[in-house]
């Protein structure tokens, strides 16, 4: 599993995610302005095979197996084996079926034509170095079941290295669940623009490393279909060139924001100050931070440049409340929720009465999920952010069924209060009111651990302050999940936490040009 992408997503193509729906209708425009499928199969094979040759050179991959399904995929998959083959690799087929698609059914005949050896029994791959999975693409209709099944499974076992093409086979290309099973792949070779159910975190043990291959779909076509705001898509790099890096030189501090963070407790001391150190590093003009009258000396001593305001404590060393003359009004970004404790909902309370932008994690979230409060969000005028993890979100939302769509389950909660929904994950989903969902294509499991949170908390209060809410909520989560990427990437997969992730959000936004 890569910590850090070797080489990302063509960002040049469209970072629009889509379901099978809507590839089938852009496909269509495009077949039914001229361009035969034949062609397109064609130029797919041809892309697919220079794609193949990079990442396995004959010399190291002399020998594969290609297994050739009944529908357009398994085609996608003769033009490969062919065109591999007439490169000198060694190549058989696998195809149990009795029936094929035209098109396919003709490049069967034409690779056996070939000479290309043809077998029913998976086994007889046995000795392949490589595999490439043409069974089935976005036309999966059911589960597989017996010997397909089985031959899935048998391939599995071996833990050959397996290309899939446009999709795992047994993959459902909108959920990304498994449809009774599912080849394993070490790269999937996506075609023409990404599915959603590639997109989702219960699918990324079966896709391993997604690229996307340019089949020259036309933008008109895209466009056509999705619309100008398209419904689902990626956050990518261009994301650093929305950060506010450019200032007035006649700036001063009050121009430049006046974020809040609330939180912290004798039981959780760290959460706050991780969320401080990362929201000071956004450059935000001045960095409130309310916490219990006993945590002020620690904030101070980590973060002096923030104004650090006690707060009167519960018994148990959480905040009991809000200082009666704290004006909200002051803030243009409060984050509310690391360490927080639901011993005092009232200070939720206060927040939500406020007209401030409000970003609630953690307790903060637990607090709103209790009584009418998240029915009555609503109702709330100014934005509102909800940053929930999986258990979280199931607490918040027990009637969504995230598991098997997380983006869409974001999407629906996001229209359901009214407010913006960042479920968290492998692939962190950003739904808003309006219906537009945001995936973050590129994550590291070195920040599955506490305190990751904490630092994304404190990257969209500072940023809240001094940008749009929702450009800095998309701007927050690449900005933390690339830091975490670099942060890996020169300490190993073990070696990010939440402290030094605070240490690698400028070398992250530097190693970025800037225009
Ligand atoms: N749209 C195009 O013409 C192009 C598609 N591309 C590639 O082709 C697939 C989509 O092709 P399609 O034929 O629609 O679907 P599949 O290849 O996935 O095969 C579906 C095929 O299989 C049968 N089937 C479905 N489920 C099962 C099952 N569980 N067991 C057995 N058989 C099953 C179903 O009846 C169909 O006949 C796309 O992913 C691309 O790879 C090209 O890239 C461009 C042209
Ligand atoms: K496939």
């Not at 990324?204 to 689902?232: M, Q, W, Y």
Request: neutral net charge.
């Amino acid at each position: 599993m890569p910590v850090y992408p070797s080489d990302p997503y063509p960002y040049d193509l469209p970072p629009y995610i889509v379901t099978t729906e809507e590839m089938r209708q852009i496909e269509g425009r495009v077949f039914r302005a001229g361009m035969p499928i034949a062609a397109l199969m064609e130029k797919v094979g041809q892309l697919l095979s220079q794609r193949i040759q990079e990442l396995w050179p004959q010399n190291r991959y002399p020998q594969l197996g290609v297994l050739v399904g009944p529908g357009h995929n398994g085609g996608d998959a003769l033009v490969v084996a062919r065109e591999l083959m007439l490169r000198g690799y060694g190549v058989i087929l696998w195809h149990p079926f009795r029936r094929a698609k035209p098109l396919t059914a003709d490049h069967l005949r034409y690779a056996q034509s070939l000479g290309i050896p043809v077998s029913p029994d998976i086994n007889d791959l046995g000795h392949c170095q490589g595999i490439i999975d043409g069974l089935f693409g976005f036309g999966l209709e059911r589960p597989l079941t017996g010997e397909v099944l089985e031959s899935v499974s048998q391939l599995n076992r071996w833990q050959k290295a397996v290309i899939s093409i446009d999709i795992p086979s047994g993959l459902d290309s909108d959920r990304g669940t498994v449809l009774g099973g599912a080849i394993k792949a070490d790269h999937t070779l996506c075609l023409g623009l990404r599915k959603l159910g590639l997109m989702q975190d219960h699918a990324l043990d079966v896709i391993g490393k997604l690229e996307l291959i340019d089949i020259g779909l036309p933008a008109k076509d895209i466009t056509a279909i999705l619309g100008d705001r398209p419904p689902v898509q990626c956050l990518t790099p261009a994301l650093w060139q929305t950060l506010p890096l450019r200032r007035s030189p006649s700036t001063h501090k009050y121009r430049q924001g006046h974020s809040l963070l609330v939180g912290g407790s004798a039981t959780y001391g760290g959460s706050i100050l991780l969320a401080a150190l990362a929201a000071r590093e956004t450059g935000v003009g001045m960095l409130s931070v309310a916490v219990p009258h006993h945590l002020k000396p620690l904030i101070l001593g980590q973060v002096p440049d923030a104004l650090v305001i006690g707060c009167p404590e519960t018994k148990n060393g959480a905040i009991a409340q809000l200082p009666g003359d704290l004006d909200l009004g002051r803030f243009q970004g409060i984050g509310c929720g690391p360490g927080l404790t639901t011993e005092t909902p009232a200070v939720v309370d206060q927040l939500l009465d406020s007209s401030c932008p409000l970003a609630l994690d953690a307790d903060g979230l637990n607090l709103l999920a209790q009584g009418d409060r998240l029915s009555q969000l609503v109702h709330r005028k100014a934005p509102t952010l909800l940053t929930p993890h999986g258990g979280e979100f199931s607490r918040l939302f027990p009637s969504l069924i995230q598991g098997a769509n997380r983006p869409l389950a974001a999407r629906q909660a996001a229209q359901e209060t009214g407010a913006m929904i960042l479920l968290k994950g492998a692939r962190t989903a950003i739904a808003n009111p309006t219906g537009q969902i945001w995936i973050n294509p590129e994550s590291t499991p070195a920040l599955a651990r506490g305190g990751s949170g904490d630092v994304l908390t404190g990257l969209l209060a500072g940023l809240w302050s001094q940008m749009e809410p929702l450009s800095a909520t998309l701007a927050a989560t690449w900005w933390h999940s690339q830091a975490g990427c670099l942060a890996a990437q020169e300490n190993t997969v073990l070696g990010v936490n939440a402290w030094r992730l605070t240490n690698y959000l400028i070398p992250a936004l530097r190693s970025h040009p800037i225009d």
